[in-house]
Every structure is written in structure tokens, then in C-alpha cells.
């Protein structure tokens, strides 16, 4: 795909109206074409007041189209917002609009109605940098809302899971040698055996039938035994014992209700995969296995008419890099102003590539010499991956897995399917 932005042709505007958003109430400033002084107030933070607020705009202007600029890409405002089919909004990053009012207002004074302004000259002025939000089908939404929320889930155990490894080093460290403290087995231990006196109490055969309740192999159980008689305890001070014991049991009881969490969402995730059309296009990328492809699905979205490029899509997720030269400063800088999210994204699938794909381990292997730089030749990669992802994602089926079963498993197969001397160009 070229690198030339293609712009759609604007409707026809009614109007331009600024939202500077806020929890309570939005500041709002509008701008009719036929001209006139520009008409400010505020409404409510409420379905209510923004279900009539969008109704007297329709009415107003008789159903044409209104442009609607504000700080949000997605958000309690967009949602309130994306019913009405006269409103074409236009998301400003918050970075953008501080800078524009700086730029006029060094002192640094701001207030919500003349933040609006700003953004409303923004739209007047500037609209060609900005992209119109082209939300996607709901199905897709909705898979994009569950993985974001399995990651942030997935985070919250992880960080409780750290908890309780520092908690068991307190009393209780031989747990971490004998078992992975994130299972179920830890935590019915816990909760029946406390610390390791306790555990030591109990007869063979009570162990034994444990841990083959919990699927603990036969071979095993022996030594597991041993492990246990011979161990000694870390500490004998009962305050000690008393609290670490009851903040590991309550630590095990969140994770427990984390991982039932995330395997509920997971089900969900998987039954939405099952019967999304681009399921098979990233299911076909080497690496990308159940977690990474309803990832893929949600970062680049079914609405791909939002990016014109792949250059676009590069930057959009934060994987394409930023040129910094000012005097004798000439340098490459990972990319900040992003959705971290995305940006993980292609990160964690290029770096997931490597053991499946041979070009993919060449260029690897070819650019990492040292440890320190792995994650920068992963970007790297990643980069080299959106260029070749955005022409599978606009292939017809058919063709799509034609090209991709005469390429798949060959040295360099890609390079040799999606002209070789124009990708190997693209640096990092």
C-alpha cells in the first residue's frame, strides 16, 4: 500500500462545535458556516442532557452533518455521542490542544470555555491533521473492550502474585521451591495448612491424597513428602506466623477470584474469534496463537478505511519511531504518544514471530547483538510486520491464503512475496 494519504471528500457542515469535557458538565463552543458569532455554553454530563443538547442540533440544522471536536477517542463522552449519525466527531489529542494554547497563551491562564475555543479554532484551522473517528462494528468493540480488560486483569494478578511470593519469603519460603504459587493448589494448601508447622502435622496419607486431588503425579509424591519432613520452619514467632498466614490466605482468595475472572473473559474472547471474518487472516501470521490474534483483530480494526497507510498505522500504535534534529542533536526515539496498549500489541506478536517465522529470526538474528538491545530490534521487527500485515488485511480470502501457503516456511518467504528491495528500505 502507498504511503499517500488519501482524504475522503468533507460533507457539507452545518456547523462546528468544540467540547472541552469535564466530569460534571462540557464546556461547549459552536461555529455555524453561515456565519454569526460563535455561541458558547455548557450541558450536563448526563445521557439526558446530551441526548437534548445532540436533538435541538439536529433539529437545529436540519439533520446536516455537525463537526464535533473534543479530547476524547473513546470514553463516557464518545459513547454518549456516536448514537447521533449528525455528529461526526473528531478526537484532538490532549497534547495537541495544551501545545495550540500555549502557543497563544504562554502565561499558562486556562479555563474550560476557553479551552473549547482552542479546540474549535483547531478544527476550524487544522482539520486536515485531524482523523475522523470511524468506530468499528460492535462485535469488534466489544473484543477490543474484553482484551485490554483480560490485560489489565492479567496485571492485577501478577501484582497480587508478587505479594504473595514476598509474603511467603516471610515465613512460609519453601512453598516458592516446591510449587508455583499461581495455582490452585497453593491455594487450598494455604487454606487448609497455614504456615509449614501446620503442614508438618498432617500424616502421609493426608498428603498423599492431596496432592492427588490436585493432580500431583505419582512419582512425585514421594518426594514431596520428603521435601516436607525435612524442611524447617523459617520462623517460630507466632506474630509472625499468625499475620503472614492470614495475609497469604487472603491474597490466594483475590487471585483465585482473578483467574475465574479471566477465564470467564477468555470464553467470552474465544466465542467472538470464533465467528469474526478476520479471525483466519491472523490466525495465519506465524506466532500468533489464542491470546495474540483477537489482539491483531482489535488493533487494526474492520473500519481500516481510518488509515491510508501503513505508515499511519505505525505511528498510531507507537511503533514507528520519532526523528529528534536540532543543531548537533540527530537521533531515533522510541515513540510516547501512543496507546500503549497497541503498541505492546505488535510488540509482543513481532517478538512472538521469531522461534515461527525464518525471516522473521534472520532479521533478529541479524540485529540483536547485544541484550540491551532486544526490545529495540523487536520495535524494529514489528515495524517490518504492519508493512507487511496491512496488504494480507486488504487481500481478497481466496487469494490471501494462496499467497500465504506458497510462502509460509520458505528462507525469507515474505521478503519474497511482498517486494523484497522496498521492504528491505525501510530502516529503523
Avoid at 307 to 331: E, L, N, T
Wanted: aromatic content about 8%.
Amino acid at each position: 500500500m502507498p504511503d499517500t494519504t488519501v482524504t475522503s471528500p468533507e460533507p457539507v457542515w452545518a456547523a462546528f462545535v468544540a467540547l472541552d469535557w469535564g466530569s460534571q458538565k462540557h464546556a461547549w463552543i459552536l461555529q455555524p458556516t453561515a456565519g454569526g458569532q460563535p455561541e458558547q455554553g455548557y450541558v450536563d454530563n448526563t445521557p439526558e442532557a446530551i441526548a437534548l443538547w445532540a436533538a435541538d442540533l439536529d433539529r437545529r440544522f436540519g439533520g446536516r452533518p455537525v463537526a464535533v471536536a473534543l479530547e476524547q477517542k473513546r470514553g463516557s463522552v464518545v459513547n454518549l455521542l456516536l448514537p447521533y449519525p449528525h455528529l461526526v466527531l473528531f478526537p484532538v489529542p490532549a497534547s495537541m490542544s495544551a501545545s495550540y494554547r500555549k502557543t497563544f497563551v504562554p502565561s499558562g491562564a486556562k479555563d474550560d470555555p476557553g479551552d473549547a475555543a482552542w479546540i474549535l479554532d483547531l478544527l476550524l484551522r487544522h482539520r486536515d491533521r485531524l482523523r475522523r473517528l470511524h468506530p468499528d462494528d460492535p462485535n469488534t468493540r466489544l473484543l477490543s473492550l474484553l482484551v485490554e480488560d483480560r490485560r489489565h486483569l492479567v496485571d492485577d494478578k501478577t501484582r497480587l502474585t508478587l505479594r504473595l511470593q514476598d509474603c511467603l519469603k516471610q515465613y512460609f519460603p519453601q512453598l516458592l521451591q516446591w510449587f508455583d504459587v499461581d495455582t490452585s493448589l497453593v491455594a487450598d494448601l494455604l487454606q487448609r495448612w497455614p504456615d509449614l508447622q501446620h503442614l508438618q502435622r498432617s500424616h502421609d496419607g493426608t498428603l498423599r491424597a492431596f496432592f492427588r486431588q490436585h493432580h500431583g503425579g505419582e512419582h512425585r509424591l514421594r518426594e514431596r513428602i520428603d521435601a516436607i519432613r525435612a524442611a524447617v520452619p523459617a520462623t517460630h514467632d507466632p506474630a509472625v506466623l499468625e499475620a503472614g498466614s492470614r495475609k497469604a490466605r487472603r491474597l490466594t482468595e483475590s487471585i483465585a477470584v482473578l483467574r475465574r475472572q479471566i477465564t470467564e473473559l477468555e470464553r467470552r474472547r474465544d466465542e467472538l474469534v470464533a465467528t469474526h471474518p478476520d479471525a483466519p487472516i491472523f490466525a495465519s501470521f506465524p506466532g500468533a496463537g489464542r491470546a495474540t490474534v483477537p489482539r491483531l483483530i482489535a488493533a487494526f480494526g474492520t473500519r481500516r478505511e481510518r488509515y491510508q497507510s501503513a505508515f499511519q498505522v505505525q505511528c498510531d500504535s507507537g511503533i514507528g519511531p520519532v526523528h529528534i534534529a536540532s543543531g548537533k542533536i540527530d537521533r531515533v526515539s522510541m515513540r510516547r504518544a501512543c496507546r500503549a496498549f497497541t503498541r505492546q500489541t505488535f510488540q509482543e506478536f513481532a517478538g512472538q514471530s521469531i522461534p515461527q517465522c525464518e525471516w522473521a529470526r534472520s532479521f533478529y538474528r541479524a540485529h540483536c547483538h547485544r541484550p540491551q538491545q532486544h526490545h529495540a530490534v523487536v520495535r524494529a521487527l514489528a515495524f517490518k510486520w504492519i508493512r507487511v500485515g496491512i496488504p494480507l488485511t486488504q487481500l481478497t480470502p481466496t487469494c490471501r491464503f494462496r499467497v500465504w501457503r506458497t510462502t509460509r516456511g520458505r528462507s525469507m518467504s515474505l521478503r519474497n512475496a511482498f517486494r523484497p528491495k522496498r521492504v528491505a528500505r525501510l530502516t529503523w
